[in-house]
């Protein structure tokens, strides 16, 4: 067995730590100075002692670390980040804020609220004592992902919640086994690889019979779960060479229908809901289902912070999970390792152009279950950011029928009304890539994400543009996670404009607002930057510039269908009275690990003339 729970053995060890060691400390001092009064002995007195020696030893500890930190802060020539002081010790309203926020609020909105607060882009959140930096500060970003990239990691909290999830897997490793990781992967993204189409177009074909099944019954199709299976049916194609056939299985049905029919229907037909929103009665269903509750289990444990082995002392939520995602990759593995076992004995070598990335892992060491983690984080990275990617597009084109039409005038100009565009076709299509750059802008598929610092350092003084800034390097301790935004800084007015909640895919055809990105490019950043920068551009962009373009040959007509959603996913009334986007947003923005729509994102499509002229 490869998998430990070592989240017990950290908390046993900070329990025997912060707890058990001063107790000792103190029952030993009463041993040596045996107390005159018998008032100490007694057990009545002895354990509201115990409880205010810890109390006090706790306080000095913390004491010691703020002297600690000053020091250290000095000697680095760093001021300290801002912290949020709540009205309650350790922060705890802070946090219940943000637990409760989770339940009404739009996404990020707490955050943002406090920067807007402490006028700041750069905050330390201090829950539970512990240090938690939150930054959306495009100078910080840079350093944390490229300039800085030395200095952090993944980091042990963050490896300690994906544990039982990713395993080994590029997302959840550092240093050697990331390298390799990546350097196995990286000749699957070269221009020759991510250039075909044709596993694009067989599952568009199936798309489109499907979407044309439901227009012709006037039904509102989820695109979210649609969109999930064609990203998931060509990654695994993509990876593995062999498509898991999701858009074979049962679509989920609108909540309008599912309650009209009565709570009975669900076991005659109507499928499942996954944990974001996916139909999942079908064969690979179920490993769908487990892959999804692992992000929103973990997004869980990452919102407890620090202290979320406690909720999890007898149960490893993901155990589960990840058992049936096993159940389902471990034989594609090991069939791999027999096959190449196999052509070795016949003396068989395949040339790397001819290989799947699964076989390619092959090749490079038996450990199947080094093989199973790092096929699971890619499949990760290349079905959920791509089909949030087209998801949000076409909730954009529903709402901007004026953006749509100019969309598919451009289209048809470059590649028909039929035709399956090549690589170099769709690289020319330059109004679809504003509108995927303005998406991609508004709704990051990775709108949040988490490094720790490696030791103490300081970061480069906040970005200037931002009025208050105060022109010093900030102090940033040790083994501390910080968590960047990019949601936050891509809707930034003072980066941005004061249209900066606005989807307007103009500003990237516009000269002075291009020459502005050019020239801070950190202000963008929806691919991460630096040594860890996402390795699928290409690949994802390809992917959904294509389905894009085929999908608007076919369809002139994008059209909201809310009632289908349950009524618990419906943008909040209040919402309406707040600024930004969230006062007009039609859907409710949400995220574990990636960005989803809560509740699918329903709409019905129409048929364009010259689609129905050429039946
Ligand atoms: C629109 C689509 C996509 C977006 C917005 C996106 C975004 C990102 C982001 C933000 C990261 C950094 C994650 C982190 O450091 O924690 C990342 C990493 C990565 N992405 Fe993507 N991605 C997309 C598509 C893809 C696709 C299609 C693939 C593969 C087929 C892919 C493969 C990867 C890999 C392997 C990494 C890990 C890189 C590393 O840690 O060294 N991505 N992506
Ligand atoms: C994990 O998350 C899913 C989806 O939110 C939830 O249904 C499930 O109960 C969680 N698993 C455990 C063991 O708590
Ligand atoms: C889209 O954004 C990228 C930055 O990621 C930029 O290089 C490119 O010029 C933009 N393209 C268009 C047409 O907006």
Excluded at 153 to 160: A, D, H, S, T
Excluded at 506 to 517: E, G, N, Q, T, Y
Excluded at 573 to 585: D, F, I, V, Y
């Amino acid at each position: 067995m490869r998998y430990h729970p070592q989240y017990r053995l950290r908390l046993a060890h900070d329990v025997a730590r912060h707890i058990m060691l001063p107790s000792a400390a103190l029952e030993a001092l009463l041993v040596v100075h045996k107390p005159s009064t018998r008032v100490l002995i007694d057990l009545k007195w002895k354990i509201p002692l115990f409880l205010a020696f810890n109390l006090f030893w706790a306080i000095l500890r913390l004491l010691f670390r703020s002297w600690i930190q000053a020091r250290e802060a000095y000697r680095l020539g760093g001021a300290c980040i801002p912290t949020v002081q709540g009205r309650c010790p350790g922060n705890i309203d802070i946090l219940i804020k943000m637990m409760k926020a989770l339940q009404t609020s739009y996404l990020l909105d707490v955050y943002l609220d406090l920067f807007k607060e402490y006028r700041c882009t750069t905050l330390n959140l201090r829950i539970l004592w512990v240090d938690q930096i939150i930054t959306m500060d495009q100078e910080h970003v840079k350093f944390l992902l490229a300039t800085g990239f030395d200095k952090f990691w993944r980091g042990n909290l963050q490896k300690e919640r994906m544990e039982t999830f990713l395993g080994d897997g590029i997302f959840n490793r550092d240093d050697a086994i990331w390298k390799m990781h990546r350097s196995n992967a990286r000749p699957f993204f070269v221009k020759d690889r991510i250039a075909h189409v044709d596993v694009f177009e067989k599952n568009f074909n199936r798309i489109l019979s499907i979407l044309l099944s439901y227009e012709a019954i006037d039904r509102p199709v989820d695109v979210q779960d649609l969109f999930g299976r064609f990203t998931m049916d060509s990654a695994s194609e993509f990876l593995f060479g062999q498509s898991f056939n999701t858009l074979g299985g049962t679509l989920p049905i609108p909540w309008s229908a599912q309650t009209s029919k009565g709570p009975t229907s669900s076991s005659q037909g109507a499928a499942h809901l996954g944990a974001k929103g996916s139909a999942t009665d079908d064969t690979w269903g179920e490993f769908v289902q487990a892959f999804e509750s692992c992000q929103q289990n973990i997004t869980r444990r990452a919102r407890l912070g620090y202290i979320w082995p406690l909720f999890e002392l007898f149960e490893d939520r993901s155990l589960k999970h990840q058992r049936t995602i096993r159940k389902w990759l471990d034989p594609l593995v090991s069939s791999a390792l027999e096959d190449k076992k196999a052509a070795r004995r016949m003396g068989v070598i395949n040339a790397l152009q001819e290989k799947t990335l699964l076989q390619h892992l092959v090749d490079s060491t038996d450990d199947l279950a080094l093989i199973r983690d790092q096929l699971l984080s890619m499949l990760l990275a290349s079905r959920d950011s791509t089909a949030v990617l087209i998801t949000y597009t076409c909730y954009f084109l529903a709402l901007h029928p004026d953006v749509l039409q100019r969309l598919r005038a451009e289209i048809i100009e470059h590649c028909g009304p039929h035709g399956s565009p090549d690589y170099d076709t769709l690289l020319q299509l330059r109004y679809l890539r504003a509108v995927i750059n303005e998406t991609l802008r508004l709704f990051p598929p990775v709108p949040l994400n988490i490094r720790e610092s490696r030791a103490d350092c300081t970061l480069p003084p906040a970005d200037p543009t931002y009025a208050t800034g105060d022109h010093t390097p900030l102090y940033m301790p040790g083994g501390v996670n910080i968590v960047w935004l990019p949601m936050l800084l891509h809707r930034n007015p003072v980066l941005w404009g004061p249209d900066a909640d606005e989807f307007n895919p103009d500003r990237w055809l516009h000269p002075d607002r291009v020459a502005k990105c050019v020239a801070n490019p950190f202000m963008y950043g929806p691919f991460s930057f630096g040594p860890r920068t996402c390795l699928g551009r290409g690949y994802g962009l390809n992917e959904a510039s294509y389905f894009l373009v085929r999908l608007l040959q076919h369809f002139d007509e994008f059209k909201l269908h809310s009632e289908s959603q349950p009524p618990e996913s419906r943008p909040r009334e209040e919402w309406k009275l707040k600024e930004g986007r969230q006062a007009k947003e039609q859907i409710w923005p949400a995220a574990a690990m990636t960005l989803f729509v809560k509740g699918g994102l329903w709409m019905r499509l129409k048929r364009s003339d010259a689609m129905l002229e050429s039946l």
